[in-house]
């Protein structure tokens, strides 16, 4: 039986910054998915048929806006970059941190306000601590979110 493309689940990592890629892939590959590694400057992949590295343009935006423009019900994005994770959970998309962090509809909201809300008072001099070092539980947490987001596809109908 054929798989059907527009029922793939597809996985966008916003790659640029992401301490989880090794993990991703290895993921992806025992769930047979396709992987999209996108960023704007060259980062070494795996040489897999089912890993494609995208490279953008280095305008600040443009791997947000190529992964923004393919998020939908089936994909699944990896990012820390709260912006991005807004406009594709607003694209019905499933978004998770590096950290394990699901952002849903009811949750980016907030998470947005606070992200312009620290971003304005280190605009005006404040020292507001950047965000604490990546974990091991992190990992953990982050590799649980996405065995959940795939099978809850999977569940929906998504191969």
């Known amino acids: 039986m054929a798989e ?10 916003d790659a640029d ?3 989880v890629k090794t993990e991703i892939y290895r993921v992806a590959e025992r769930h047979k998915l396709k992987v999209f590694v996108v960023a704007n400057s060259y980062i070494a ?6 890993i494609k ?4 343009d280095a ?9 923004a423009g393919r998020a939908a019900r089936g994909a699944i994005v990896i990012t820390s970059d709260i912006p991005l994770a807004s406009r594709c959970v607003k694209a019905n998309a499933d978004v998770i941190a ?4 699901a952002f849903t509809q009811a949750s980016v909201g907030e998470a947005l306000a606070t992200r312009n809300l620290l ?3 280190r605009s005006q001099g404040e020292i507001t601590g950047g965000p604490k070092p990546f974990s091991s539980r992190d990992r953990s947490a982050f590799l649980s979110a996405l065995d959940l987001a795939i099978v809850r596809l999977r ?3 998504f191969s």
Do not use: F, H, M
């Not at 059907?4 to 990592?13: F, K, L, R, T, V």
């Open 59 to 67: 305008t600040p935006d443009a791997a947000d806006d190529w992964i």
């Open 53 to 56: 590295r995208i490279l953008v």
């Open 45 to 50: 992949t795996p040489r897999e048929d089912w």
């Open 119 to 121: 971003d304005a008072l």
């Open 4 to 13: 059907d493309a527009q029922n793939a689940i597809e996985i966008y990592i």
């Open 98 to 101: 590096p950290t394990g962090k």
């Open 17 to 19: 910054a992401c301490p």
């Open 155 to 157: 569940r929906s109908g």
